[in-house]
């Protein structure tokens, strides 16, 4: 799903090739392993069926036909809500919310508040863990005590990112 | 509802460095309300503020209607003794006190008996599974026991407001929690208002509501979706 969203920001920018949405995804991200070839189309094939992206173009070349991607309206209203929502904890975030930072430092979006806006939907979740755990049995604490810490974990982190916005600005753009 | 205690536009300077710019902080009866932010974001000079200790430079701190800024130090005094209860990370028991001793403390001051003042510290022992550490001094209790006693003191007066700045920072997870529980249900029986400035979520999280301090301000979690700045 980051795939997807990474691409509209790219496209954000700029009307790109397939080709070039790949290269600029490697580079940006630097996720660790390269984005294949595969994905960047099928990523593509779904945002144009959902009308967040068009083609606008179609160059012929050595190979295939080179065709030219270019965001819509209804692209740049996914991905703002996208970025502005916050995301229910749970153990995997970790891929979700560092693309979001990305996303929204390279798209020139206020990353700190929508990493405020997710800290305070963690703090509301460790609320209501901690209400349901005040009221239950030991063995049902334990269990809510595992996904507290998880969520703790995330919170400093959260708050770890804020604190390094600038350096990460710098990077991104 | 109105506000029980209430600061406004809250700044305060120490030398060159601002720690308050413009701070609003407003919590009612009843309420368990959770200060959190990083190192040096001014998030315990707004707690001095608010509890009379500090004088603020400019802005305003209404208690009960009654504005307590620019009050003298007499009456400020009166006003921390009286209304307000205090609960900090450790350090604050009298050290040759007896347990209960402390926790009668606040109930001397204000001029009561001390035998109505002990018989009163009695009933928060057993309240917080204190039964039999009456008589330890502070150096024979555990990190988790010595916070339950502090809690009792900061209670035992009824005050309106009760301020924990990181009340469990000594203490590992479980005694935290059985702290703050304590500490959460008591306030709540007795109708006062707490502010508890923690940079644990953990501790956070057992309040009604948390907000954020970050360069000497308030932020309260509201998010303009669609701005177009960065940071």
């Known amino acids: 799903m980051t795939v997807s969203y990474a691409l509209l920001t790219l496209l954000e920018e700029s009307e790109r090739h397939g080709y070039d949405l790949k290269r600029a995804y490697d580079q940006r991200f630097e996720t660790g392993r390269a984005l294949s070839f595969g994905a960047v189309y099928r990523a593509l094939g779904q945002l144009v069926r959902g009308g967040q992206v068009s083609v606008v173009g179609i160059e012929p070349g050595a190979g295939p036909e080179r065709k030219r991607y270019a965001i819509t309206e209804s692209g740049v209203t996914d991905l703002q809500r996208w970025l502005a929502e916050p995301e229910n904890p749970h153990p995997h975030l970790q891929e979700l919310l560092f693309m979001k930072v990305m996303l929204a430092l390279v798209s020139g979006r206020p990353a700190k508040a929508y990493l405020r806006a997710q800290q305070q939907h963690h703090l509301a979740r460790m609320r209501e863990l901690t209400g349901a755990r005040r009221e239950a049995t030991a063995t049902a604490a334990l269990r809510l005590d595992y996904e507290l810490f998880h969520i703790e974990a995330d919170l400093r982190w959260l708050q770890h990112a804020q604190a390094r916005l600038a350096d990460l600005a710098a990077e991104a753009r | ?231």
């Open chain 2, 1 to 231: 509802m109105k506000a029980v205690l209430e600061a406004v536009q809250l700044r305060k300077s120490f030398g060159v460095t601002e720690a308050l710019r413009g701070a609003d902080l407003s919590v009612h009866a009843g309420e368990v309300m959770a200060v959190m932010g990083p190192s040096g974001s001014g998030k315990s000079t707004l707690l001095h503020c608010m509890a009379a200790i500090l004088r603020p430079d400019a802005g305003s701190v209404v208690f009960d209607g009654r504005r307590i800024d620019a009050l003298g130090d007499r009456q400020r005094t009166q006003l921390r003794r009286g209304a307000f209860g205090f609960v900090f990370q450790f350090g604050q028991l009298v050290p040759e006190l007896t347990a209960i001793e402390n926790v009668a403390t606040p109930l001397l001051l204000a001029g009561q008996r001390r035998r109505t003042a002990i018989a009163a510290a009695q009933g928060w022992f057993d309240r917080l599974g204190l039964a039999g550490l009456q008589g330890r001094l502070p150096g024979e209790l555990s990190g988790g026991q010595a916070q339950r006693v502090a809690v009792a003191r900061a209670l035992i007066g009824r005050p309106r407001v009760v301020f924990a700045d990181e009340p469990t920072g000594a203490l590992d997870t479980a005694a935290g929690d059985d702290v703050m529980e304590l500490l959460v249900d008591a306030v709540r029986q007795q109708d006062a208002a707490v502010i508890v400035v923690t940079h644990e979520p953990r501790v956070a999280a057992f309040a009604d509501r948390t907000v954020l301090v970050q360069d000497g301000a308030v932020d309260d979690g509201a998010i303009e979706v669609g701005a177009g700045a960065a940071g």
